[in-house]
């Protein structure tokens, strides 16, 4: 999710949280940092303070200064988990993984039923290139095992009303019904759904509220259950009397999967949000595709997979793209520039090595980063520093800061290839690449996140720039900067591609997607079902 710059406010000279806020809003970040070590100053002896301080600094992407805010409120509070789960956050979006894991495993041995500590855990093991499936699965066992224990035991499930006369009843939970990745990609899907066959409920669960939101609560009957708990939400659901109860969120932030183990609905599905097992043997099946769960991934999840035709995710342009793809750039800078303008999180030191590999192999190309952790000065000469020391050049390497979302599309005007990361792959933000005409090159491997890009691609007709592996990552990238003429022509045509493809069929995806949840409401309906 990309930070938004609020409109100009004149700060007074207190320091604030709210003054602070303002400045970054403005892009005054030289400013805003000399505010935060102010009020860092003034709250050295304040670990609450710090810790807003710290997270204030770490939410516009200042993640080394925001350290320095948490290790210091460690000190001072030694036994209270807030510093620690932030410092565990600051090493997620650093991408130093074994670090974040290290504290995320000393916070579950001092707190196991905290759910945030549990969140993060399972959250942080999806960017961890060193985590394996079985361990993945097995983390989330234990948490479903332990979200079941705390909702009372194992729920019956709720009987399932004939369907005769009456239009089946779809809830959708999740935080994220804003301008979030999320928010993107289920707004239109949930106005597309046909209302002679099913009323659909959003139950909102986050404290965002935008012009998403409200597209949302145009479609659909709106619940703002914020401010409920699991038991108070989950005899909400059952008020409501829904049929099918959808969570978009997974173990992701603001996350009501735990309501799922109170079983409000007769039938609870995973889709769109999240991107492994949830671990709670009370979800009757996870929505996926054949991309992101070719045969064999079964193994990786508690629930049965369901395989949406044409993919699980239906993309929409925003409303504010560029309405033109703009030139080739290798046509007028004189070299191939390289990008990613994914989440820090989903880089590490794999990826800079394999990045690296192909900057060598290409003379003169460029590659730039962009994303709002690159704003701190810290975090990115760490990133240059690594480069040099693999020997690629410090001004080839060209890091860029946070900006609205509008101005993070036109930059793809500067890019000739995308780089994926790997094992965790662009979302929107491959689809948004691919949009403004440039084509990404992704490496799927066995976790299903890793395979969100090679989704795109297979749907659209071009799986040829997924790799088998790292060399043949490498190969395909190299091979690419080297066909200019081949370059052009995805330039101007992957818009088409993609309008022509399964990937941007609202309509069908949601009559797709309906069907399936018929079908598994059907089946669940059957006399042989418990």
């Avoid at 000279?13 to 005054?28: D, I």
């Avoid at 009957?221 to 099918?244: G, N, S, T």
């Avoid at 965790?424 to 690449?433: M, N």
């Amino acid at each position: 999710m990309h930070t938004s710059f609020a409109s100009p406010t004149t700060p007074s000279p207190s320091p604030s949280l709210t003054q602070a806020r303002q400045l970054a809003g403005q892009g005054r970040f030289d400013d805003f940092l000399l505010h935060c070590q102010q009020m860092m100053d003034i709250h050295n002896e304040d670990a609450d303070g710090l810790l807003s301080v710290g997270a204030l600094l770490f939410g516009f992407g200042f993640l080394s200064t925001a350290q320095q805010c948490f290790a210091r409120a460690r000190q001072l509070l030694p036994r209270d988990v807030r510093p620690l789960l932030n410092l565990a956050n600051v090493a997620r979006d650093a991408g130093r993984h074994e670090a974040a894991r290290r504290i995320d495993e000393v916070l579950l041995a001092r707190l196991p039923d905290h759910p945030v500590i549990w969140r993060n855990a399972l959250l942080s093991l999806e960017y961890d290139p060193a985590a394996s499936d079985v361990e993945r699965l097995q983390r989330a066992q234990a948490w479903g095992k332990w979200a079941i224990e705390k909702a009372g035991g194992v729920r019956v499930r709720p009987a399932l009303q004939p369907l005769s006369g009456r239009l089946l009843r779809i809830g959708y939970v999740s935080a994220d019904f804003c301008q979030h990745t999320v928010g993107w990609f289920v707004k239109d899907v949930l106005a597309a759904h046909d209302s002679s066959r099913v009323q659909v409920f959003a139950y909102s669960a986050g404290s965002v509220q935008d012009w998403i939101s409200a597209a949302i609560c145009n479609t659909c009957i709106w619940r703002d259950v914020a401010a409920l708990d699991d038991v108070a939400l989950a005899a909400l659901i059952q008020q409501d009397q829904i049929d099918v109860l959808v969570d978009l969120s997974g173990h992701t932030a603001g996350s009501r999967l735990s309501v799922f183990a109170h079983r409000p609905a007769p039938v609870q599905v995973s889709w769109l949000g999240y991107f492994a097992s949830t671990g709670l043997s009370v979800i009757d099946a996870v929505l996926l595709d054949e991309w992101h769960a070719p045969a064999g991934t079964e193994a990786q999840f508690v629930e049965p997979i369901i395989r949406l035709r044409g993919g699980r995710f239906c993309y929409t342009p925003a409303p504010f793209a560029p309405a033109e793809v703009a030139p080739l750039p290798c046509l007028q800078q004189g070299c191939i520039t390289f990008g990613c303008f994914n989440n820090t999180a989903k880089l590490h030191v794999g990826v800079y090595a394999t990045w690296a590999r192909i900057l060598a192999a290409v003379p003169n190309s460029r590659l730039i980063l962009k994303w709002r952790t690159l704003q701190d000065a810290t975090f990115s000469q760490s990133v240059r520093d690594f480069f040099v020391a693999a020997g690629i050049e410090a001004e080839r390497i060209i890091l860029r800061g946070a900006s609205f979302h509008g101005q993070v599309l036109k930059e793809y005007a500067d890019v000739d290839i995308a780089l994926d990361s790997f094992p965790f792959t662009g979302g929107l933000t491959s689809c948004e690449a691919l949009w403004m005409g440039v084509p990404v090159v992704t490496w799927p491997q066995s976790r299903v996140v890793s395979r969100q890009t090679l989704a795109f691609l297979s749907a659209i007709g071009l799986p040829e720039l997924a790799a088998r592996d790292e060399d043949d990552y490498v190969r395909i990238a190299v091979k690419l900067a080297n066909d200019v003429a081949y370059l052009q022509t995805l330039r101007r045509d992957l818009r088409s591609l993609m309008r022509a493809s399964s990937l941007c069929d609202v309509k069908g995806f949601t009559r797709a997607l309906e069907k399936e949840l018929f079908d598994l409401f059907d089946l669940l309906a059957l006399p042989t079902q418990s």
